[in-house]
């Protein structure tokens, strides 16, 4: 692909896209409140496929539990939302991390991202949204590397450029997945976790004031996020992050309202010790700010009004 377009496939659209989000929906809060500002914004971000991903922690004693607990989350949400209508668009992913850098982990998931994204082009891209461990995503890369050149990933993890090391859960779940997105040439937005949109948190007190009673969706991911954080931080003052809300609005982001991002040459991945930096490698959009206050009132209008 040429520089030129894929600094043309690195804006962001201000017009209707198909869309797709790949998400360990169980793992933690955030991805509840992501999904819902999703499906709350189909007008502009034409959601054409849900992806469950793998991920290992105290939740899930291997990779295929969590995304199969995720998987279940996820038709839960839109149930809640009354958006049965996506419940036959939601496909299992990969049910380990990969191996190397060269063999997919073949899923249904990442089967469908490469036969919708093969249906796109470079004039009207598939959007991928990226919520977890790439695993996914870099499967359907290495299954047909020509997909890089009909969609655009928005992916949320890593941590910012100035950060001294790499400890963050979406890279380092899947260092080799990472890996292959920063180098395959796809257009990517990354959106760092540490430095950058850790600033986007919300706070006990938000969460009952704006959510509790105003529709199921609303009262089940407030209570959930209320709930999750207490079992570690009962008795003290709070404030969650809500990461993944940030991916889905970097393509709402008309005239830079939800956050600022640059173009800058695509790192190379270094696993926990960082980025190596060199010449020569493609143009990526990386995210630098986020507006947390313009975003979170959003986003708390959006899901409210669900």
């Known amino acids: 692909m040429e520089e030129t377009q894929r ?107 490469v036969c919708r994204a093969m249906a796109h082009s470079a004039e009207d891209p598939l959007y991928v949204i990226g919520i977890a461990a790439a695993t996914n995503i870099a499967s359907a890369i290495l299954k047909r590397p020509e997909i890089a050149e009909r969609m655009v990933v928005v992916w949320l993890g890593g941590s910012a450029f100035h950060c001294e090391e790499m400890e963050e859960f979406n890279l380092i779940e899947d260092v080799a997945a990472a890996r292959i997105l920063f180098n395959s040439g796809v257009p990517l937005v990354q959106l760092p976790c540490w430095g950058v949109v850790e600033r986007f948190s919300i706070s006990r007190p938000e969460l009952e004031k704006y959510f509790t009673g105003k529709n199921p969706l609303a009262e089940y991911v407030a209570g959930y996020a209320i709930q999750d954080v207490e079992e570690w931080a009962a008795g003290l003052a709070w404030a969650k992050v809500i990461w993944d809300v940030t991916a889905v609005a970097w393509l709402l982001n008309d005239d830079q309202r939800f956050m600022n991002d640059r173009l800058v040459p695509c790192p190379e991945i ?11 490698r493609h143009t990526m959009r990386y995210v630098y700010r986020i507006e947390r206050d313009a975003l979170m009132t959003d986003m708390i209008q959006t899901i409210c009004q669900l």
């Open 7 to 113: 600094i043309r496939m690195l804006q962001c659209p201000g017009h209707p896209v198909d869309v797709v989000i790949d998400t360990d929906t169980y793992n933690e809060v955030d991805d509840q409140f992501a999904l819902a500002y999703l499906l709350g914004n189909t007008d502009r971000l034409r959601l054409q496929a849900i992806y469950a991903a793998p991920f290992l922690n105290e939740k899930a004693d291997s990779p295929k539990e969590g995304m199969e607990k995720s998987y279940q989350e996820i038709l839960k949400l839109l149930d809640l939302a009354g958006a049965s209508q996506y419940r036959d668009r939601v496909f299992k992913g990969a049910e380990h991390f990969l191996k190397d850098a060269v063999s997919p982990a073949v899923s249904e998931a990442s089967e469908d991202l």
């Open 270 to 280: 270094a696993g926990a010790s960082g980025y190596v930096f060199s010449e020569g």
